[in-house]
Nanobody, 126 residues
Framework: VQLQASGGGLVQAGGSLRLSCAAS????????MGWFRQTHGKEREFVAA????????YYADFVKGRFTISRDNAKNTVYLQMNSLKPVDTAVYYC????????????????????WGQGTLVTVSS
């Protein structure tokens, strides 16, 4: 499985970015997908996840109302729309694939995901 994340960059506080994660090598549409982020010296933290059918979505409290996760199974791609960005959102953002197919429950725990993209850097200036 290969995951290619893109869409990161430099944006001013209050701005928006849309991250994309294109997957290959696995039946993408049967697996939940997650976004995580990590800053230097900190643990990787959960941002959002979406199940295989898009009817179960879960957000970390700190992004609720600002970020939206979605997926297009026909394009094997998951997205993270990030609005009202803050400097504290500065991090490397990673997409990941759930280890278990057809799972309706989605997890905020990184150990539940077994394939990871290379990360895309988001920098929010004040």
């Amino acid at each position: 499985v290969q995951l290619q994340a893109s869409g990161g960059g430099l944006v001013q506080a209050g701005g928006s970015l849309r991250l994309s994660c294109a997957a290959s090598g696995r039946t993408f549409g049967t697996y939940a997908m997650g976004w995580f982020r990590q800053t230097h010296g900190k643990e990787r933290e959960f941002v959002a996840a979406i199940n295989w059918s898009s009817d179960n979505i879960y957000y970390a409290d700190f992004v609720k109302g600002r970020f939206t996760i979605s997926r297009d199974n026909a394009k094997n791609t998951v997205y993270l729309q990030m609005n009202s960005l803050k400097p504290v959102d500065t991090a490397v953002y990673y997409c990941a694939v759930d280890a278990v197919p057809w799972r309706n429950a989605i997890s905020p725990y990184s150990a539940e995901y077994n394939y990871w993209g290379q990360g895309t850097l988001v920098t929010v200036s004040s």
